[in-house]
């Protein structure tokens, strides 16, 4: 079986999957609130979902989080993160303060030479 991630999926679609598996449509607003939330790693941590649920979202879907995997500060202050995504490959972003404000620059590619 292939698990698609959860964000992926279109609300109103979910909206009917949940219907579909006997579940309030509703609960598709609160699923897709957790999803986008930073630090949540899986759907165990959705506190607000009934335990039901959370096993359904648990066999039918999955959950990619990127980590940073390293980080290295210069002496000027900019701090240079390599960031690994779901499928192992990595990107890198740069946050470059000054006076008045930080600079964040992501890589959108994958490889990205610049």
Known sequence: MSFKDIRLIK???LEQLLKKNKFLTYRSKQIQNWARKIDIQSFNQMSNLPSDLIHFLNENFKLNKSKVKSSKKSSDGTIK???QLYDNLIVEAVM???NKRITACVSSQVGCSL
């Open 11 to 13: 609300p109103e679609n």
């Open 96 to 98: 470059i303060p000054s």
């Open 81 to 83: 993160f390599a960031i």
